[in-house]
């Protein structure tokens, strides 16, 4: 999810800048590695090789989107990870601990939700005024 969610957003954006040629390079560089990449690494590992060479693959193809998206209009996402990294650092290590215990996993996932949400609120995390906001304006 940390690779692919990043690269659905940057592709509507370079779609949205009606750049899709970049969008082909993309594609080429994601799939062209993860074959060469899978003919390496399946051979000796197995089906782990095979996820590593996708997740390689796709990072690599993602540094691509990031760069050439940037060229077409300048962001930063550095200064607003501040609170939601470590939020979910610990989100985390919150469901990694229910899970070990046995807790089942639909309850994992809403506790480990309410706990990632809550810690946001009670950092004061910007991100969750606008939620409200944007909440507040369509009810």
């Known amino acids: 999810m940390v690779v692919n ?4 957003i ?3 954006a370079i779609f949205a800048y009606n750049k899709q040629k970049y969008l082909i390079t993309f594609v080429l560089i994601g799939g062209i590695l993860n074959i060469a990449l899978d003919l390496l690494l399946i051979p ?3 089906i782990v090789g095979s ?3 996708t997740l390689i693959a796709q990072s690599i ?7 050439k998206m940037q060229q077409i209009n300048y962001f930063n996402i550095t200064p607003h990870m501040k609170r939601i990294v470590p939020a979910s650092i610990l989100m985390a290590i919150l469901a990694w601990i229910l899970t070990s215990v046995g807790i089942p996993v639909l309850i994992v996932i809403s506790l480990a939700a309410i706990f990632y949400f809550g810690i946001l609120y ?3 995390e910007p991100l969750i005024e606008e939620v409200k906001e944007a ?3 369509k009810g």
Do not use: E, S
């Not at 969610?5 to 659905?8: I, L, R, S, T, Y």
């Not at 193809?61 to 760069?67: D, E, K």
């Open 122 to 124: 009670a950092t004061k």
């Open 44 to 46: 000796k590992f197995g």
């Open 5 to 8: 969610f990043p690269a659905v």
């Open 61 to 67: 193809a993602n540094a691509y989107l990031w760069r």
């Open 51 to 53: 996820a590593w060479a």
């Open 135 to 137: 909440l507040r304006l």
């Open 10 to 12: 940057l592709t509507d």
